[in-house]
């Protein structure tokens, strides 16, 4: 008997199952959609703000054309993927006048300052392509001049172009934003 | 012309066909699974000798996916290699992370803040429950149903933007830190995990109805792919294969890593050692995740400390000599990291066990005798992510 | 020489086989669209959007795509099978369209063997999957092509038999016969005195069009697409369209057998037709995107323990309550 | 107190470990030919093969296999030290099916030899790169045993063990190497 039952009857009241799958999907048929049609809407800016896009440099408070970038380079060796580039910026060149200048002045016994290095790098490349966005070189900024961007839309045809320039990239977002400051004036 | 191939020579295949073909009984046919094939999930290939649809043999080939995680490790310094944790297991990275930042911490004897353990809780059983989700749907894609997966990616979406705002990132997490994580929980993130829980309770029963009460599904995983007690000891398998055996071995309880002691949760066991076992104890899992994650986010308002612990060693650290294992529970099993350290900044050695690796091994012993359409059914309850098994 | 009924015969026929091809091609795409919006919109996402308003060209697109592909044989592939087997697939069908009744005048023949001659020709289609499978030199389309040559002999018995019941009852293999002899309204159809029939009919219609959750032949997941894994380009897209014209038959004779068939409330017609035939693809469709699909021996033992039986049981059933 | 579970098996050296420094809680060094027996009583233990790996070091390759047990928490390393020439060992996979991949991986990597395998063909590595061992250290590289780990709390050892965790006592030779080692 436990043999028919389990062998002829159980088959089919499992059957039910199947209409409650149907339920299921007949119930999310009628629901609204939940996908994001996405040239045409996007999603809130709120979720994209934490998103992680490429690294990108941060401009300094008063000069925002400006990183605060000081070229200590500890982004670059501590990059797993070696995907930074940063070329430190060289000394000025003296003209021949202010050699001179300088000459005489050591020469009266003064204290002689040559002219240093500016801070700023001369070039900060960075290669998308190799990045794999561990922020290592965030953490690791002693000046924070670096942060994660938020672009998500971005899409290149060729791998060249996820080479990106930051100091480039950096003046133009210093363009298309104008300071604080500038506003106020 | 056309009819010269039906012999042996030019396609009779590759290395690893001819060795296996070597013991290849008669009248049977050796089908090459993978590394191209919809249910393997990426690049695993599994040759198998099939008698009709039976199978008399089977046997799993790696490597497609092969990266050499092991000697990456030792050509990088210590914090360099934790963004390569992400990537070993896509599926729930976080685990890794932990176990990778686990073994250094205990290389340097470093005890990590508070709060900090309670963000490595919240945030890794968040990522096991988009790692069972992941699995839910794609299994159930295996076994021919096409609509479950999209309502898993429903939730699964939701939590990828919960874990995106600690961690930048929504699948390849790099978050941890030996000392702490990198980046504190923000209020909205906690209000997102609150909003979360209540909705993804009530998503669950819907979950049942569609699928784990299907009549269909139930036969086609019931009383397939026994791995039993035995077998799993003997392979080494863990996690959810395992207490689909009927062991309650959980790394969390058994041998308790950081704040979980605190935490009142319980481990699913099934005892059929099936996949049907392996499946309703991954399901009984999601709750207990989310158990967890509540009293975590209860704790997480009077924990002491910061998220990381104060001047946390930089990726330039230099553990002192010595050896450490460290194991966490992964969303797939036991996940072991073991790290020789000869005191410079660059590991001497780093060996990652992978829960997958073992636990597919046993699945050339647990097909044989079962039909083609069961050997994809015992696969996907194993839960592979092809990545780990080849780190 | 020839007279001139035989002369109006061909004309008609002519007319009708185009008509049919037209047929067959127009609901392919009204189909194939139907699928795809309805399963998008089960998993809540808007299905095909972007060609056309709401994507309504998107089949048209795809069958554009189809076409301008490749057309690709495996090497020791038999060529000749390889090709054949895409037509004899898609061929039969043309003929299944002309005794099915789509409206009270609406008939390409009205034959008197109308239902025997759809059952006869639809079995030609497991031919052409055996052909496929055997043809393309692939493992995995021999497994396809064994699963679907067990599956269509297997469900075409208890589908025979429950369309035995309905002439049974009827007293008539012709199809404008059967429908007419129910009512207009769903009480007086066929599916009140045959349930049980219409149920076994139901089940054997989704093995034998390899529709989810039977589509073994081709199933994606184990044998990576079965019998027509090594097809490209419209060799695939003629399968393709069989599969779905199948389905429109299957269907329609399932509207004509035991949903009254042109017969409806206020004016029979082909509308009525229609909407019914179109009712049972939409839960075709229904079906497909809710269930996993069964294992192979499941599949069988469904057939063999379960339907034959059950098919059996009702014909003589039928038969004892008919003699009364 | 030694470790129970190998009583009847021939160590070279059983040290206790700190779990909270190493998370292993037994070392064990073997010689070669009691790494079976070994497993063998590990397995009617009711232990479990967790992995096995290999470590390059100056002193030999050290084989390393980590077992644990589910019911309580213990780990134990069994550690098998083995000549840097033609480095072979029995294999376990008599006792441990789990153990075949391991060992097929640990001989793409390390070159080591595991007699008895029934199948050691490479396993992650292409087949076309079968003499090619990655984790090989370059000579510079390399490091003595007593440089990377402790011993533990040495429960019986033998000399030969012990030698390799003792301070270099020949300080000329090894002194040189290890300031070669560090300047590279």
């Keep these: 008997m436990s043999a028919f039952r389990q062998n002829v009857i159980q088959p089919i009241i499992d059957l039910w199952s199947l209409i409650v799958g149907l339920k299921v999907t007949g119930k999310c048929f009628s629901q609204k959609l939940i996908t994001v049609h996405y040239p045409r809407e996007t999603i809130e800016d709120e979720d994209l703000d934490t998103y992680g896009g490429h690294v990108e440099l941060v401009g300094k408070p008063k000069d925002p054309a400006t990183p605060k970038c000081i070229s200590c380079m500890m982004c670059v060796t501590n990059c797993p993927s070696r995907c930074l580039k940063v070329v430190k910026a060289k000394a000025p060149k003296l003209t021949a006048e202010q050699q001179e200048a300088l000459a005489e002045a050591k020469a009266r016994g003064e204290k002689v300052k040559k002219p240093r290095a500016p801070k700023t790098p001369q070039k900060f490349i960075y290669d998308y392509s190799l990045c794999s966005l561990c922020a290592t070189c965030i953490e690791n900024c002693p000046v924070h001049s670096l942060r994660f961007s938020h672009t998500m839309y971005w899409a290149t045809t060729s791998r060249e172009e996820l080479k990106l320039d930051l100091l480039a990239r950096l003046r133009r977002q210093a363009r298309r934003k104008p300071r604080p400051a500038a506003k106020e004036s | ?391 | 020489m020839m007279n001139a009924i035989d002369v109006h015969m061909l004309i008609r026929l002519i007319i009708a086989v185009v008509a049919a091809m037209a047929w067959v091609g127009i609901n392919a795409l009204v189909l194939v669209y139907c699928e795809r919006k309805f399963a998008g919109h089960i998993q809540r996402r808007p299905g095909p959007f972007e060609v056309g308003p709401h994507g309504i060209l998107q089949p048209l697109a795809d069958g554009l795509k189809l076409m301008g592909k490749q057309l690709f044989r495996p090497a020791g592939a038999d060529a000749f099978l390889f090709w054949l087997a895409p037509m004899l697939s898609l061929l039969p069908v043309l003929l299944l369209f002309l005794p099915i009744p789509y409206g009270p005048m609406l008939t390409a023949m009205n034959v008197s063997l109308g239902i025997l001659l759809i059952l006869a020709f639809s079995s030609l289609n497991v031919l052409a999957l055996l052909l496929a499978g055997w043809s393309s030199n692939n493992k995995w389309g021999i497994l396809g092509a064994a699963r679907a040559v067990s599956q269509s002999v297997a469900y075409e018995i208890p589908l025979l038999l429950s369309v035995l019941a309905v002439t049974f009852m009827t007293g008539s293999f012709n199809l404008s016969a059967i429908s007419t002899s129910q009512g207009a309204w769903p009480w007086q159809w066929n599916l009140m005195a045959q349930p049980l029939a219409f149920f076994i009919y139901l089940v054997s219609a989704f093995g034998e069009t390899n529709r989810a959750p039977f589509d073994l032949a081709e199933a994606e997941s184990e044998l990576t697409a079965g019998f027509h894994t090594e097809y490209s380009s419209m060799g695939f897209g003629l399968f393709f369209m069989a599969e779905y014209a199948y389905m429109v038959v299957v269907c329609s004779v399932c509207t004509v057998l035991f949903l009254g068939g042109f017969r409806g409330p206020v004016a029979d017609g082909w509308w009525w037709f229609l909407a019914k035939t179109y009712a049972l693809l939409f839960l075709m469709i229904w079906v497909r995107w809710t269930y996993p699909r069964v294992r192979f021996d499941q599949l069988l033992n469904i057939n063999w323990k379960w339907l034959l039986p059950l098919a059996v049981f009702n014909l003589l059933a039928t038969a004892f309550v008919m003699k009364l | 107190m030694g470790l129970k579970v190998l009583q009847g098996v021939e160590t070279l050296c059983v040290a206790r470990c700190d779990p909270a420094k190493t998370g292993q809680h037994w070392s064990v060094f073997l010689a070669p030919q009691a790494i079976v027996p070994a497993a063998a009583a590990l397995s009617a233990a009711q232990y479990s093969l967790e992995d096995i790996l290999a470590l390059d070091t100056t002193d030999g390759l050290l084989v390393v296999y980590h077992f644990n047990a589910w019911r309580f928490d213990e780990r134990i390393a069994l550690k098998v030290l083995l000549p840097r020439e033609d480095p072979a060992i029995p294999s376990i996979t008599s006792v441990f099916q789990g153990a075949q991949w391991h060992e097929r991986e640990t001989r793409d990597f390390h070159g080591i030899v595991f007699e008895g395998h029934p199948n050691l063909i490479p396993l992650l590595m292409p087949a076309e790169d079968v003499d090619v061992h990655p984790l090989l250290k370059a000579d510079k590289a390399r490091r003595a045993i007593r440089d990377i780990m402790d011993a533990g709390e040495i429960v019986s050892c033998t000399g030969e063990i012990a030698a390799l965790f003792a301070p270099p006592a020949d300080t000329s030779a090894d002194a040189a190497r290890t300031d070669g080692g560090s300047k590279a």
């Excluded at chain 2, 896509?90 to 176990?99: D, K, R, S, T, V």
């Excluded at chain 2, 091994?361 to 080849?390: N, Y």
């Design chain 2, 1 to 391: 012309m056309k009819r010269q191939y039906a012999g042996t020579d030019p396609l009779a295949g590759d290395f690893y066909t001819r060795q296996f073909e070597k013991d290849r009984g008669e009248h049977t046919l050796v089908v090459n699974m993978g590394p191209q094939h919809p249910s393997t999930h990426g690049v695993l290939r599994i040759v198998i000798e099939i008698d009709g649809e039976y199978i008399l043999r089977a046997d799993p080939v790696l490597g497609y996916l092969h990266r050499m995680q092991e000697k990456m490790g030792e050509v990088q310094t210590w914090g360099q290699y934790i963004p390569n944790m992400g990537r070993v297991d896509y599926g729930h990275p976080l685990a890794w992370n932990w176990a990778y930042v686990g073994a250094v911490e205990k290389l340097m004897g470093i005890q990590v803040p508070e709060r900090a353990e309670y963000i490595r809780v919240i945030t890794c059983e968040l990522n096991r429950l988009t790692s069972h989700l992941l699995w839910w749907g794609a299994y159930i894609l295996d076994l021919g149903a096409f609509t479950p997966i999209m309502y898993s990616f429903d939730d699964r979406e939701m939590l990828l933007d919960i874990l995106q705002r600690p961690t930048a990132s929504r699948l390849t997490y790099g978050y941890f830190r030996v000392g702490g994580v990198r980046k504190d929980l923000d209020d909205r993130c906690i209000e997102m995990i609150k909003a979360f829980i209540p909705r993804f309770r009530s998503r669950l029963p819907m979950y049942k109805d569609l699928v784990t009460d299907n009549i269909i599904l139930r036969k086609r995983v019931e009383d397939i792919g026994i791995i039993d007690r035995d077998m799993c000891r003997r392979y080494g398998c863990s996690g959810p294969v395992l207490r689909g055996a009927g062991e309650p071995y959980d790394l969390r309880r058994c041998e308790p890593y950081s704040i979980y002691d605190r935490f009142d949760f319980e481990i699913p066991t099934e005892e059929t050692a099936c996949s049907a076992g392996r499946y309703l104890v991954r399901m009984a899992e999601m709750e207990q995740s989310l158990r967890i994650i509540e009293q975590a986010v209860e704790g997480l308002a009077h924990a002491e400390g910061g998220h990381i612990m104060p001047k946390a060693p930089k990726p330039s650290m230099k553990p002192p000599k010595g050896e450490a294992y460290f194991a966490v529970e992964g969303a797939r099993g036991k996940v072991g990291v073991y790290a020789v350290s000869e005191g410079k900044k660059v590991p001497y050695r780093i060996k990652l066990r992978s829960p997958s690796y073992s636990n597919l091994h046993a699945f050339a012993e647990a097909a044989q005798g079962t039909l083609l359409a069961d050997a994809v059914a015992t696969l996907g309850s194993l839960d592979l992510i092809i990545p780990e098994i080849d780190r």
